[in-house]
């Protein structure tokens, strides 16, 4: 893996900062709390996300970003032969490879980094990333943390875990045995359980069999009833048709008789009708002619009535065109009705032009009143965040650290305490000037209130030219109203004057009502008379209608004794009939009592069977779980067996551990002595002593420790590399020149160098100014105090050669 280019945006204290990487020597030089780690921490958290940067993702953004300012860090590197462009923000991610995007979420992205590299965050870290504190981090552990800590970073811990997830499936694989040994049921137990099943079914199956021969014989003897139980129910429907029949029949000659009785009584009543008639025609003599003079009478007295309606119609008539062409007069005519369109068309116009005004006037206030609000609230905010970090510095002192950097403030604390209260001086300054501007803004201004008053104005003329136009156009519907109803009104005189034209009907009202009173005085007699003709009328046909009735009843009286006589003949027997019912009725239940007994005997013999069946079936559950207890032990065989190897694997992996730890770090020693010192050894307890001249001794001085210590690390690095599947193309020192005399830190630089081999892309992060012109490049970090702003810069090559 090697690194090509890095890119921040408000990442930490890096407002934008772009770094072209490659391979060779590369320094990053800086003060302490420029913001050189930050760009190792840009690194691992594009690559591994929020879990490898410091503090929670709140911290990540630049402090005095802007608030929906972007957070970004993209990384591009090699790996292989492919090419990956990595993106990430603290929402989202993105990876590309050779240009085609792979992945786009954070977690996705995490995903695919770690099985890329093959290596997780922690081991990433071991294997790329020294610090000078992290020299130094075994000789502060005890033996067994020492072990435990080689076998963590070199990844022996994955045997552990798998051992471990070995160990909790054999346990429940034990737990499941022991679940299943106790519940396996006693062998002899279920063999006479199923025995004793299959007895109950065979005298099960013997009962159902006796009960079928039972329902047999009840079949046999009902089947010889059968016959004659039909035959006799045959004679008792054909003896129920013809008892019916007759009683029809006789219904029919009753009705006969009453029939040839009402008409022998209405007959002779028709005859004494015409007896009667004789008497009342002389009394009825003048009833034609008085009712033709009644008809004249009523005639003449509707032409008299009608004559009179149309004379008073036509007098409403007359007045109400009076009052129609009198209220015409007094409406307006269309040339006023245009002239009041015209003057509301003229108010709407000035009304709109005058809302326009104040619309745009209102609106300039209002965004000029927001402007000094949000103006107001970020110079709060400002000075609240510039106080906060007053007090902050001055209750840390000079030995504090700057909240932007984290780098200790010491000779810049007055000054940058000055600087601050400046910067709040100018920011409560601005801050006043903008609170008076939010007061003098909050009452509407003159202009706006006059261009109000000056629409009320002119709605006030609008809704009084509306009044008058709506009056006017319902006063208008009402002229075209009054229009149609003269036309009407005229139309209606003339067909009036038509109606009282000519001489008036001469009528006599005291002959009228002698003539309705003696019509009224004849009237029960004229009824009489008209019932007793319609009676008398009916006396011929009255005399053919009772000789057919009579021949209707003779006819019937004859039908009745026929059905008599097949009655008689037909031979039914009551009392016998009922004999033979009750017989059928036994014979049927025995059959019934005989087919419920075989369905009783079947439904046992179904349940012993099903009793039988489900014990073969817990004899073959016996049997399964039996097996699943062979299973489960030779499983459980297999799992001690493969902890037992794992174990041992474990066991041989750190004993191959620390010769083969010794001797790579003895390589590393070597070259970074100037083979002043041959060889590393490690004790059982993984203490590192030197030997010299054939002869271990311990480590003493810190330079000869901060050494070991390097090329311990640098051994490590190798062997994860090696175990990850991946070339160790990339380490990254961070401050590993610290406790180191010149002399030594030159014979790391040029053991960097010996081995470009193989690493051929180094970075190194230092404060140490003596060394920069042993370096390919050199990356300078700034910290500028007043913004708050990391810059990286690069220097040329000839600088970099005058600085040395």
Known sequence: MQLASLRLTNFRQHERTELDLGPGLMAVVGANGSGKSTLLEAIAWALYGTAAARGTRDTIKRRGAPPRARVEVELVFTLGSHRYRLQRTLTNAELEQDGEIIANSSATVTSRVVALLGMTREEFFNTYFTGQKELAVMAAMTPTERGRFLSRVLG???????????????????????????????????????????????????????????????????????????????????????????????????????????????????????????????????????????????????????????VARREAATTRLATVDAELAALPDGEALVALREARARANAERD????????????????????????????????????????????????????????????????????AAQMEEVQASGNYYRQRVDQLANAPEEVRALEEERQRHDATLRAATEALATAEGQRARREALVRERSSLAESLDALAAEVAGPAATYDRARHEVVRSRLAALEPARRQHDQLAGLAARAEALVAEASAAEQRASEAEAALGDLDARIATLGWDPEAFVALEARIETARGAAQAADLAHTRAA????????????????????????????????????????????????????????????????????????????????????????????EAKPVISGGEEDVVNLALRLAISQMIAERAGQPLSLLVLDEIFGSLDEERRQAVVDLLRAVADRFPQVIVITHVEGLRDAFDRIVRVTHDVRRGVTTVREDEPELAGVAG
């Open 156 to 310: 022996y811990e994955r045997l552990r875990v798998a051992q471990d997830r070995l160990r909790a499936e054999r346990s429940a694989r034990r737990a499941e045995l022991a679940g299943l040994e106790q519940g396996l049921a006693d062998p002899d137990e279920l063999a006479g359980v199923v025995q004793a099943a299959t007895a109950d079914l065979d005298r099960a199956r013997g009962a159902r069999d006796a009960a079928a021969t039972a329902r047999t014989d009840a079949e046999t003897a009902l089947g010889a009833l059968t016959p004659d139980w039909e035959a006799a129910r045959t004679r008792r429907t054909a003896w129920q048709g013809l008892d019916g029949e007759r009683r029809v029949v006789e219904g029919r000659v009753l009705t006969a008789r009453t029939a040839f009785q009402a008409l022998d009584k209405e007959l002779a009543a028709a005859l004494e009708a015409g007896r009667r008639l004789e008497s009342l025609a002389g009394e009825l003599a003048e009833w034609p002619a008085l009712v033709a003079e009644r008809e004249a009478l009523d005639e003449a007295a509707a032409a008299v009535a009608a004559r009179s309606q149309a």
């Open 353 to 420: 032009a005058a809302g326009a005004r104040l619309s745009e006037r209102h609106t300039r206030w209002k965004q000029d009143e927001q402007e000094a609000r949000t103006k107001l609230e970020s110079y709060r905010d400002r000075y609240r965040e510039l106080r906060e970090q007053h007090q902050a510095i001055a209750e840390a002192g000079p030995d504090g650290t700057c909240p932007f950097c984290a780098r200790p403030l010491g000779a810049d604390h007055a000054r940058t305490l000055a600087l601050l």
């Open 603 to 694: 439904a046992e013999v179904d349940a012993a069977l099903k009793l039988r069946d489900a014990a073969v079936a817990r004899q073959a559950d016996r049997a399964a779980k039996a097996e699943a207890v062979r299973r489960l032990g030779a499983a459980i065989e297999r799992l001690s067996e493969l902890d037992r190897a794992i174990g041992e694997l474990r066991t041989e992996l750190n004993l191959q551990l620390r010769p083969d730890l010794a001797e790579r770090a003895s390589g590393f020693l070597r070259e970074l002595t100037g083979g002043r010192y041959g060889d590393l050894d490690l004790t059982e307890d993984y203490v590192a002593t030197i030997v010299d001249d054939g």
